[in-house]
């Protein structure tokens, strides 16, 4: 989708969408944001928040990105996008659920299994994805290297874990977990399906969405 589409489409978004929510726009320009879940999700352009959830503008706060991976709490990181969300939301949205949302077919996954070229093109991209190497240890030692799409599948999921263990070192989520003021949960979502699945603790494995309603 080139530039002059989005543009066009920008026009569709004011005469249809823009003008149904219109006093909502200018309510939550009055009010504020409050939304009540921090949704950490992949960049991949099929995995769109507001869009599996059904959910308006206001009610999600988003951070997106390569293979939805939570950095672990360190105190002396400089410049990462993904904590800072985290603390934002926590500390000054208070939003009281986190969810991380993995899903089928992930390129970050698959580049867990081929080495990144050393080079200044893909620097961080190659720093980046060390945050995914305890799922791929996972995954290896369960599946093996015998059936790749179960090694897949099983590399996605264990990544969901492993980015809600990060997330608990964070000093405000461990202590609002604790507290019972936070709520934090990991997705699987199926790209060539629609359909959702979600980490259950006390089984260890993921089952419809649909069962925890």
Do not use: A, H
């Given at each position: 989708m080139g530039v002059e589409t989005l543009i066009q489409s920008h026009k569709r978004f004011k005469n249809e969408?823009?003008?149904?929510?219109?006093?909502?726009?200018?309510?939550?320009?009055?009010?504020?944001?409050?939304?009540?879940?921090?949704?950490?999700?992949?960049s991949d352009s099929?995995?769109?928040?507001?869009?599996?959830?059904?959910?308006?503008?206001?009610?999600?706060?988003?951070?997106r990105n390569i293979g939805n991976f939570v950095p672990p709490y360190d105190p002396e990181c400089e410049c990462s996008a993904t904590p800072a969300v985290i603390e934002y939301a926590l500390v000054h949205l208070n939003v009281e659920n986190i969810i991380v949302c993995g899903h089928t077919d992930c390129g970050a996954c698959k580049a867990l299994y081929y080495e990144i070229p050393d080079n200044e093109e893909e620097v961080h991209l190659r720093r980046w994805l060390r945050f995914g190497e305890d799922a791929k240890i996972q995954a290896l030692g369960l599946v093996g290297t015998q059936d790749q799409a179960t090694l897949m599948s099983a590399t996605e999921k264990f990544n969901v874990i492993e980015q809600i263990k990060n997330l608990l070192t964070y000093p405000a989520v461990k202590r609002k977990v604790e507290e019972g003021e936070l709520f934090v949960q990991g997705w699987y979502y199926h790209t060539e399906s629609g359909d959702l699945e979600y980490f259950n603790p006390v089984e260890y494995r993921f089952l419809p969405v649909e069962e925890n309603v």
């Open positions: 969408y823009g003008k149904k929510y219109i006093n909502l726009f200018k309510e939550l320009v009055d009010k504020g944001q409050s939304p009540k879940t921090l949704f950490i999700s992949c099929r995995v769109v928040p507001n869009l599996i959830t059904m959910t308006r503008p206001g009610d999600l706060f988003v951070t």
